[in-house]
């Protein structure tokens, strides 16, 4: 039997928002996958409005009557439909907005929050849906986004290392998740040349800037513990955007981990561009770390 959790006891393992959509449903399924390996509960969360209705059919129409049971209805079966009859997901309905939803079910000591890049209230022209957006601006703990079934579950996970705090945390946790699911972990590192006024300062040395980004790698690994993993860690420093070299070692990840905000980022932004563009574009999961 489905069990189903009032707002005020959502169980605070891994909270999952989910809706009619192919990437809700691929959330889940990454969720329960990872949660069987952390030995954590996952509580599916439905949040409805009167406007913003759930149906099981396509195209249904407007019902003035719907309310909560309904949603429990339509929940249950969309848990069942992803990981089928058997799972002990445990699930929860809220009439809110469900990024608000999701930021108040989780509070402050949720383990992971995981949504799907995009619901069904977003247009197909976004890469990442209004829900994720708000979590990854609001959220006060790790959120997770996946936009597909994540099928490369045997690759490494790539963790972004630029020096700060954030980042410390990524590694942190990249260490944790890559720990648990017995996969290589890669810290990668981007640097960029300095910038120079031509005539005035001569040209960088190159190879003193690339020993310089492994210097800075090396110590920053020796941080962190980095014990029970099945290799060592493998730094990777490479010569370009954060960003951009992110995106690509993604194509080859099971999982990419960036803190929230990094160096020469304004503070007063709530996310960090590096953290943005990856979370639009990265070609598996991707974990943001506030």
Known sequence: MAVFET????????????DESSYAQAALRWAVDYAVQRHVPVTALLAWDYIDQHHLEPNAMFDPSYGSEMAE?????????????????????VCDHAGHALVEAAGTDAALVVVGARGMSGFKGLLLGSVSRHLLHAATGPVAIVRDDASRVNEPVVVGIDGSEPSRRALEWAIDYARCRQLRLVALHAWVLPYTMLGVFAPPDLRECAERADRFLAHELTQVDATGLIEPIEPRTVDGRPSAALLEASSLASLVVVGSRGRGQFTNTLLGAVSDQVSHYATCPVVVVP
């Open 73 to 93: 209805k339509v929940l249950d079966a969309l848990v069942r439909r992803a990981v089928g009859v058997d799972s002990e997901v445990a699930r929860a309905v």
């Open 7 to 18: 707002d005020a006891r959502i169980m605070k393992g891994i909270i999952v928002g989910v």
